[in-house]
């Protein structure tokens, strides 16, 4: 079945050292997304990539960082993390010419602790 | 500044009870999705609201939308403990700002059915 894959789903590190989560996709699509995802609050959209163009929210902090190094993976990389960014990570997928039923794809997070 | 406002946030119901729950959006769209959340989980899409006047239905949840008002409603009708989730809104800000594709997520309305 075609799917958003996250890797790994639960990820504990150190204050400061530095982390990378994994997204992959067999959907084909062109655009991919990360969103942060604190408890109780709604996602929050860090960055997005149309094909390899990278697109950064403006609030996005300068530890958080993104590749793309083909259409299917796309990693988020957390240069120092605080105890802040405990969070889940959700990657998303969507199609750049969207039917009627699109949406965006959800993969199934990455909870990331941070101690 | 682009606001999505779901209420109530919190909702807790008798099973076989109706409610709907509101979302309304300050900025135009040409999408709308209702997502579900289960604990600890990703997000689920259930619908995608694509005009004005749109009305889907999938089993006890039935998602509208009006454009002109900017508001969206899910309700539920009799209501049974399999629906307990959090249910998250989101307009898709297409053309804002060169992004497209861009949700703007509400907080979530965290329902609750009880026996």
């Known amino acids: 079945d075609a799917m958003v894959i996250q890797n790994p789903r639960y990820q504990v590190t150190q204050f400061g050292k530095p982390v990378t989560l994994s997204c992959s996709q067999t959907?084909?699509?062109?655009?991919m997304y990360w969103y942060q995802q604190k408890s109780s609050q709604a996602p929050k959209l860090l960055f997005h990539y149309y094909d390899k163009d990278f697109n950064n929210e403006a609030d996005t902090p300068d530890n958080f960082q993104s590749r793309r190094p083909n259409t299917s993976f796309c990693f988020l990389d957390i240069r120092s993390p605080g105890l802040g960014d405990a969070a889940m990570y959700l990657c998303a997928t969507s199609p750049l010419l969207r039917h009627n039923t699109d949406t965006q794809y959800f993969g199934p997070g990455t909870r990331l602790t941070v101690l | 500044e682009l606001k999505v406002e779901q209420n109530p946030l919190f909702l807790s119901m008798q099973e076989g009870k109706n409610y709907t729950i509101y979302c309304n959006y300050s900025?135009?769209?040409?999408?709308l999705y209702w997502y579900r959340q289960d604990p600890g989980k990703s997000l689920e899409s259930l619908f995608v609201?694509?005009?004005?006047?749109a009305v889907k239905q999938e089993g006890r949840l039935m998602a509208s939308l009006d454009t002109k008002a900017r508001l969206s409603t899910l309700h539920i009708t009799a209501a049974v403990h399999d629906l307990s989730a959090t249910y998250f809104c989101?307009?898709?800000?297409?053309?804002?700002?060169?992004?497209?594709?861009?949700?703007?997520f509400g907080k979530g309305t965290k329902l609750s059915v009880k026996p």
């Open positions: 609201l694509l005009s004005n006047g």
């Open positions: 900025t135009t769209s040409d999408r």
């Open positions: 959907l084909n699509h062109n655009v």
């Open positions: 989101a307009v898709d800000i297409m053309d804002y700002g060169g992004s497209q594709g861009n949700l703007i």
